[in-house]
């Protein structure tokens, strides 16, 4: 038993005495493996041997000795009690369960929650992304027929300035025609008159 890590000794003594509490006077190496849930009876045997060692110490120096019916009444109240903290701990285990139960419905709730939310971000950025590429797609055309109309700015002012160019020739040659009409009335009759005179001074 010395060999035995003083852990180990402890959780077997613990075992042995919780069965007892439980109603068991004197339990088996057995059943403090059972228990413990497993283990060597190698081991269990020497600390057993030890631990009724003790106990029987401890009851011979006891005094007076309980009567038999006391101590089994205590016995069966030890072991009362014992079941109701089991029971206890039982019921606490099953509410930390449903608790912890609850708490992950929650979460699994508002992460769904949170994955909806992120899908429709999703949706929505997309749909600012097109909104976008249309708005670029629509500034370059805007550029492109910037650049095609600049040339024909360019012509219709030429045009301009050349149409105002012959507007001005064409006021300057109608009034030329004017005054040649004009001189061309005079000519024809300074011409008349000088045939008038010819024929009447031929007449004399």
Not at 1 to 15: G, H, Y
Not at 91 to 108: H, K, V
Not at 118 to 146: F, G
């Amino acid at each position: 038993m010395s060999s035995l890590p003083p852990d180990t000794v402890r959780r077997i003594e613990d075992a042995a005495a919780a069965l007892i509490a439980a109603g068991t006077p004197n339990p088996t190496n057995e059943q403090v493996r059972q228990h413990l849930g497993g283990g060597s009876l190698s081991h269990i045997s020497p600390v057993m041997r030890a631990f009724r060692a003790r106990q029987r110490e401890r009851a011979s120096e006891q005094a007076p000795a309980l009567p038999p019916e006391l101590l089994q009444l205590l016995t069966g109240q030890l072991g009362l009690l014992w079941q109701a903290a089991c029971k206890q701990a039982d019921a606490d285990t099953l509410a930390a369960r449903e608790q912890a139960d609850a708490d992950i419905a929650q979460a699994d709730q508002e992460r769904d929650t949170a994955l909806a939310q992120v899908a429709t971000l999703e949706s929505e950025l997309a749909v600012l992304r097109e909104v976008v590429t249309e708005r670029d797609r629509l500034l370059a055309e805007v550029r492109e027929l910037r650049a095609e109309a600049l040339p024909l700015r360019e012509q219709v002012a030429r045009l301009t300035a050349t149409g105002e160019h012959q507007a001005a020739q064409l006021q300057e040659t109608k009034a030329e025609l004017k005054a040649a009409r004009e001189e061309n009335r005079t000519l024809q009759g300074e011409l008349l008159a000088l045939a008038r005179q010819e024929l009447t001074g031929g007449n004399a």
